[in-house]
């Protein structure tokens, strides 16, 4: 049998639904947002369980990686359009916005969107943090320009210009 499951994080709990591939829910339940808890809890409902669906979010790199590394698919939907579906909703919760994520799954009707890499994220920062660093040390120098500052000493340090012309 073909199991779809959707989860809907929030920052302290994850809601869980599990559907089958006619649409009859088999599984929902609330667990801890941390990876470990997500897949006991996943695996404790069936270990034949291999895809996962989430919305995209700020948490959802954490949940990707985490999930696939306990071997989970792990299919991230377009935030618009999985809240452009679950408008049509009535109640609007956790557990049921699971379930409609669940549904999306089971009908095919989503976008993927792409998690960038770990070695991406990690080349992004150094970037951001070099291009701040020369920022502080261009604003550094038109200050010392601005403020008649040199670099006298042997550590580089600013020294005022004397006035007296040496």
């Known amino acids: 049998m073909t199991y779809f499951t959707g989860i809907d994080v929030s920052l ?4 869980i639904c599990v559907v089958d591939d006619c649409g009859e829910v088999c ?15 996943l695996h404790a409902f069936s270990p034949e369980l291999k895809s996962v669906g989430s ?20 299919i ?6 999985v809240k ?17 994520i669940a549904q999306i ?3 095919g009707w989503y976008s993927r969107v792409h998690i960038k890499s770990l070695h991406s994220h990690g080349v992004r920062a150094l970037l951001a943090s070099r291009k701040r660093s020369w920022r502080s040390a261009s604003a550094y120098r038109s200050f010392a320009d601005t ?15 004397s006035t007296t012309g040496t």
Not at 85 to 91: G, Q
């Open 105 to 107: 799954l089971r009908t």
């Open 27 to 41: 599984r929902e339940g609330k667990v801890d947002a941390h990876v470990d808890t997500i897949d006991d809890g």
């Open 12 to 15: 302290s709990s994850v809601s």
């Open 147 to 161: 403020n008649d500052f040199r670099a006298d000493d042997e550590a580089g340090r600013p020294t005022p210009r």
């Open 76 to 81: 991230c939907l377009e935030a618009r359009q």
């Open 55 to 74: 919305e995209a979010g700020a948490l959802s790199h954490y949940f990707t990686y985490g999930l696939q590394a306990a071997v989970f698919e792990v």
């Open 84 to 100: 452009n579906t679950l408008d049509a909703m009535r109640n609007k919760t956790d557990r049921n916005g699971a379930c409609g």
